[in-house]
């Protein structure tokens, strides 16, 4: 995504100087192309919607890339891909976050946390699925398209409750993951699954909108484009929600 042009609409925020990468990750509701490039042991790493670069700055197109040009992060990279699932994006950022450096003194991670039966079938690297936004480079791994003849092959053989068994419990490997780590975190729902006993155990870190889900807020606002997503407007509302969320958590703190 990541078109060139004007800035969006956004709400006044202090700047975020502790933390200098923002790694975000999640479903189509996140999805904004891969926003800049991960901090490397000689190279803070990049960020497409920095205010000071001397390039045209991208427009943000999802909540996550609002949020990282408002914190103005030096590095911003985003893993989000549609369609896939909560083992996959759990997958993703974790594995972001042990070959980078990304540390818990330097590091937000933000995400969205998908629908439970969301099938995921991770392969070799390759260019099949468009929706997946990093080079060989950076994850050395891909994840076949919904739908596609490979993807059906696999999920044939696999129930739906072991599909949901297997989100939960990589959804809690990632959560105990940057609690024990002690990875500043916050994270958003599609739907309202709060009532999951692992969202519970981590409901502090949940951004607080006020239907939860977020297709469920952007419905009540009006601001659902017809195909189960957010309007851009609606991305601009869960994205103030979420910086005046990470400012009282993570940034007020610290004065």
């Known amino acids: 995504m990541c078109l060139k042009s004007s800035r969006w609409q956004k709400v006044t925020l202090v700047k975020l100087p502790k933390y200098k990468n923002i790694l975000a990750g999640g479903c189509s509701f996140t999805q904004d192309g891969i926003g800049g490039a991960p901090p490397s042991s000689s ?15 991208a427009i943000p197109r999802s909540w996550a890339s609002m949020v990282a040009q408002e914190l103005d992060p030096e590095s911003f990279t985003n893993v989000a891909v549609a369609s896939q699932g909560i083992v996959a994006t759990c997958t993703t950022i974790c594995d972001m976050l042990e070959k980078f450096n990304y540390t818990p003194q330097n590091t937000l991670v933000i995400f969205n946390v998908t629908r439970l ?17 990093w080079t060989k480079d950076i994850l050395d791994y891909s994840y076949y398209k919904f739908k596609t003849k490979p993807w059906k092959e696999h999920l044939v053989n696999t129930p739906i409750d072991e ?3 297997q989100s939960i419990e990589h959804l809690e490997k990632l959560l105990d993951y940057l609690h024990n780590n002690q990875y500043p975190f916050v994270f958003t729902l599609l739907d309202d699954i709060s009532y999951l006993p692992v969202i519970q155990k981590y ?16 419905r009540s606002i009006d601001e659902e484009d017809g195909t189960r997503h957010p309007t851009l407007a609606g991305h601009v509302e869960v994205a103030k929600l ?5 400012q009282e958590k993570y ?4 004065d």
Not at 43 to 54: I, K, L, Q, T
Not at 120 to 130: L, R
Not at 251 to 254: E, F, R
């Open 163 to 165: 599909i949901e068994k």
């Open 242 to 246: 979420a910086n005046k969320f990470i």
């Open 43 to 57: 190279w803070a790493g990049g960020n497409s919607f920095r205010e000071d670069v001397d390039y045209e700055v």
């Open 251 to 254: 940034i007020n703190t610290h």
């Open 117 to 133: 039966a969301r099938f995921d079938v991770q392969c070799d690297y390759n260019t099949d699925n468009h929706y997946i936004p």
């Open 203 to 218: 409901k502090a870190h949940l951004i607080p909108l006020p239907h939860v889900g977020m297709l469920e807020f952007c």
